[in-house]
T-cell receptor, first 114, second 112 residues
């Protein structure tokens, strides 16, 4: 398995809802990432997990809460989001943090906050 | 500041014409650079990395440290090359902690 799988593919949520995005990989990668991509913009890093520990938090608001239950799974818990949080949320993984052969990206979850 | 610059938002060429997508970087250390491609409604895919000096789908990219550039080239564009192309730089904080940062992207449109 050489893929990063993200679910759901699409999500519409209200500003008072609580939802979670899920990311899974079975490549034995020990670093996993959450990126946010707005329309026609490049991906922007949100969080990095290295060996299941949070390594980088790029000053992301607390309404986004990451979780890494094990080396294959990465979740992003969402609560009290704003309409401007609507975007494509990408998960990626690599053998280790900063791997120089690049990251493998999932196809993303397209989130709409209403 | 460490950054990646892609000066062209949109590049439009005819099928069979040569293509060059520009990328310049600013980085105090030894750079590790990549090209990613995002076809319409598909996931972001790694196209090239400078350390491997490979050619993928006819594309090549050479790191020029003197000009701090990593331009992506293809001698004969194909319609299926139409996509968004991102240049990316692996930025290290210290030790092995790295962060992949992206340029703003260039949309390549290859016309028949």
């Amino acid at each position: 398995d050489t893929e990063v799988t993200q679910t759901p593919k699409h999500l519409v949520m209200g500003m008072t809802n609580k939802k979670s995005l899920k990311c899974e990989q079975h490549m034995g990668h020990r670093a996993m990432y959450w990126y946010k991509q707005k329309a026609k913009k490049p991906p922007e890093l949100m969080f990095v997990y290295s060996y299941e520990k949070l390594s980088i938090n790029e000053s992301v608001p607390s309404r986004f809460s990451p979780e890494c239950p094990n080396s294959s799974l990465l979740n992003l818990h969402l609560h009290a989001l704003q309409p401007e949080d609507s975007a494509l949320y990408l998960c990626a993984s690599s053998d280790r943090q900063g791997a120089n052969y690049g990251y493998t990206f999932g196809s993303g979850t397209r989130l709409t906050v209403v | 500041a460490q950054r990646v610059t892609q000066p062209e938002k949109l590049l439009s060429v005819f099928k069979g014409a040569p293509v060059e997508l520009k990328c310049n970087y600013s980085y105090s250390g030894s750079p590790e650079l990549f090209w990613y491609v995002q076809y319409s409604r598909q996931r972001l895919q790694l196209l090239l990395r400078h350390i491997s000096r490979e050619s993928i789908k006819g594309f090549t990219a050479d790191l020029n440290k003197g000009e701090t550039s990593f331009h992506l080239k293809k001698p004969f564009a194909q319609e299926e090359d139409s996509a968004m192309y991102y240049c990316a730089l692996m930025m290290y904080y210290g030790g092995s902690q790295g962060n992949l940062i992206f340029g703003k992207g260039t949309k390549l449109s290859v016309k028949p």
